[in-house]
């Protein structure tokens, strides 16, 4: 028995298989940087925060309206189950059962979830994740279809209980495959959604769910619960399922979180096209700026306003696609980006000036000393080469 008993071609494996060179790398990056079963998650999405007569409603609707879906997954979920267990783990490396996971999670849940298309390739300097997207994604209503740059949160839905292996010890030598899964999802969300801080994920492993938060530091997992039933720790009578803990989650990450509760950079306000076309109205930029600024699909990308570098007040407008984006988890998140400098607000709104400028935006751990401060020391030093980057403005 090998591979091709479960797949048609290789084609068909490799759809179905992570990469394994950056789990490894994410293997070595997240080691000591996971902390499992934190209640502080939950807490930081303010899950306790709705009105508990509404909860109470929509706990009931989910229980009597989703009674048949919630029986049917129970159902796949076992029949997933019963169909890994057949699999001889014997004749297969990490690799091969990753990929047999896959496909038969796939196959047994084709009815009940739906994945999203890859997000398109903008130009050489913006990646596209081929063949490699969480089930669901969290987007605004008026989003035609989802994408990594578009989408504010994340679900992945797994049918397999032994994929979620969560170890109670947060100093443990590994990370396993599903974790290392999990974590790479959010890599590409924060590197591809531009000024994005942290990736809130939720897990939905058979009928347990958890949340996730990874940012440049690492990540955390919130205690597992149930998706269907927790009587087993909220004290309901016997025969009474208790979901609400799963539905005050969904709430509150589809109803009440904002953008910047979900990760956005508080220090950024997205621009609408309305609001950048009337922002070249009324400026006053050279004509080849101007043309930095496309308007019109395909070639548009949405810009920001930044509202100030460390001291200075000014504030900027990123022009088009980033010039350069890291694809890394943990570390700095480095983007740089063309920017045009934007006067004060006027009754009629902010207009451009100046010329284009590049910007780089990093994370730091606040107590280590500031790239820029680093750029100005070496300035100082008697005979510094011309060549050496001289900062104008920032703070990172």
């Known amino acids: 028995m090998d591979y091709y008993d479960y797949f048609d071609s290789d084609e068909e494996y490799m759809r179905y298989t992570h990469s394994p060179d950056q789990h490894e790398l994410l293997q070595r990056v997240l080691k000591g940087n996971v902390k499992y079963n934190d209640p502080s998650v939950l807490e930081r999405l ?23 879906n919630i029986n049917s997954f129970i159902r796949v979920v076992a ?5 890994l267990r057949a699999v001889d783990r014997d004749l297969f490396g990490d690799t091969a059962l990753g990929a047999i996971r896959e496909k038969l999670a796939h196959t047994s849940a084709a009815e009940i979830l739906s994945s999203w298309s890859p997000t398109r390739a903008v130009g050489g300097n913006t990646p596209g994740i081929a063949n490699f997207c969480p089930e669901f994604a969290l987007v605004e209503r008026t989003e035609d279809r989802p994408s990594w740059d578009r989408c504010s949160a994340l679900v992945k839905v797994t049918l397999f209980m032994d994929e979620h292996v969560v170890l109670e010890d947060d ?21 591809l ?6 990736s809130v994920t939720l897990l939905i492993t058979g009928t347990v769910f958890r949340v996730m938060i990874a940012d440049r530091s690492g990540v955390i997992f919130s205690p597992a619960r149930s998706i269907i039933d927790d009587a087993a ?29 979900l990760g956005q950079d508080p220090s950024v306000v997205p621009l609408s096209r309305g609001d950048l076309r009337l922002c070249l109205q009324l400026s006053s930029v050279s004509s080849s700026a101007q043309q930095q600024v496309c308007l019109e699909r395909p070639e548009y990308y949405p810009s920001y306003r ?32 063309k920017v045009l400098e934007l006067s004060g607000e006027s ?25 820029t401060e680093v750029y100005t020391l070496i300035g100082q030093l ?12 920032g703070h990172i």
């Open 79 to 83: 029949e997933a189950e019963e169909d």
């Open 193 to 198: 959604r531009p000024f994005w801080n942290f």
């Open 233 to 261: 720790t909220s004290g309901c009578k016997p025969g009474q399922r208790d979901a609400r803990t799963f539905v005050r989650v969904v709430r509150a990450l589809t109803r009440h979180l904002t953008e910047y509760q």
């Open 347 to 371: 009754e009629k709104g902010f207009t451009l000036k100046g010329h284009i400028h590049v910007m780089k935006s990093s994370w730091r751990d606040p107590l280590k000393i500031p790239e």
């Open 306 to 337: 930044i509202s100030h570098i460390g001291d200075d007040a000014r504030q900027w407008c990123t022009v088009g696609l980033p010039i350069w984006t890291s694809l890394s988890l943990v570390g700095r998140g480095t983007v740089v980006w």
């Open 382 to 393: 008697e005979g510094c080469p011309r060549g050496v980057t001289s900062t104008w403005q």
């Open 46 to 68: 303010r899950f306790d925060k709705d009105d508990d007569g509404v909860i109470e409603h929509c706990h009931e609707c989910y229980q009597t309206e989703q009674e048949e």
């Open 171 to 191: 100093s443990a030598a590994t990370v396993t495959p599903a974790i290392l899964e999990y974590a790479d999802y959010a890599r590409c969300h924060m590197s």
